[in-house]
């Protein structure tokens, strides 16, 4: 069973570029989280889909951020435009819910490099 | 608020040492833990998970984990370290909160390896 998959692995842009990530999730699951890991530090959620819907995204910082989930499959993640701040690991996970609990499985990553 | 707490930011063994990573939490009711391993440049890997049950839970790779309750513990160990084991290792939480479920990450320890 193929894992999660991202796209690009690796971006380097300028600031006030802007940029996009793409996440294909698990086959069958139907959450899909975004994660932004800075160097040294833990994942910090930054958006959950339940299917389509954005269920918290309270953490997605909305001047500049957004994402969307056609169909409640694959996911894209864009910044608009980058700032120096955002250089981070951009990482997706999805899972599948039985019952009351979960588990994600995440992806490797697309690491941004703003200059 | 729901946190984790790893308070051990890095970690140096010996080769063939045993090892224990220690992790803390703070949440009002039975929180479902989890132990991932990120590896260079690499996304998160699950080791191992507690729901309920028994408190001792097996992963992958050997490892092991503890949930103690009455110390809101739930220490990751392995009773012999191999040179690939170097990595950082998270400690997370998935709680409900305000209707949601989410993840919460402690900051990682980054454990290296001697030969």
């Known amino acids: 069973e193929a894992g999660v998959v991202q796209s690009p692995r690796y971006k380097i842009i300028e600031k006030k570029q802007p940029v996009a990530f793409w996440c294909n999730p698990i086959?069958?699951?139907?959450?899909l989280y975004w994660y932004r890991q800075n160097l040294g530090q833990g994942p910090e959620l930054l958006i959950r889909y339940e299917n389509e819907e954005a269920v918290d995204d309270s953490q997605l910082p909305k001047d500049r951020f957004s994402a969307e989930r056609l169909k409640g499959v694959d996911s894209t993640l864009k910044i608009q435009p980058a700032e120096l701040g955002d250089s981070a690991v951009y990482l997706c996970?999805?899972?599948?819910?039985?019952?009351?609990?979960?588990?994600?499985?995440f992806g490797p990553g697309t690491r941004l490099l703003v200059l | 608020a729901q946190s984790v707490t790893q308070p051990d930011i890095h970690i140096t063994v010996s080769e063939g040492a045993s090892l224990e990573l220690r992790c803390n939490y703070s949440y009002g009711a039975t929180p479902y833990l989890f132990w991932y391993v990120q590896s260079p440049g690499q996304g998160l890997q699950l080791l191992l998970k507690?729901?309920?049950?028994?408190?001792l839970v097996q992963g992958i790779k050997g490892f092991e984990a503890e949930f103690k309750r009455s110390q809101s513990s739930f220490n990751l160990r392995k009773p012999s370290v191999h040179w690939s084991d170097a990595a950082e290792y998270f400690c997370?939480?998935?709680?409900?909160?305000?209707?949601?479920?989410?993840?919460?990450f402690g900051t990682g320890t980054r454990l290296k390896v001697l030969a």
């Open positions: 997370a939480v998935g709680a409900a909160a305000s209707g949601t479920y989410k993840y919460i």
């Open positions: 996970a999805s899972s599948f819910r039985q019952g009351g609990s979960e588990t994600q499985y």
């Open positions: 507690y729901f309920s049950g028994d408190t």
């Open positions: 086959s069958g699951h139907n959450t």
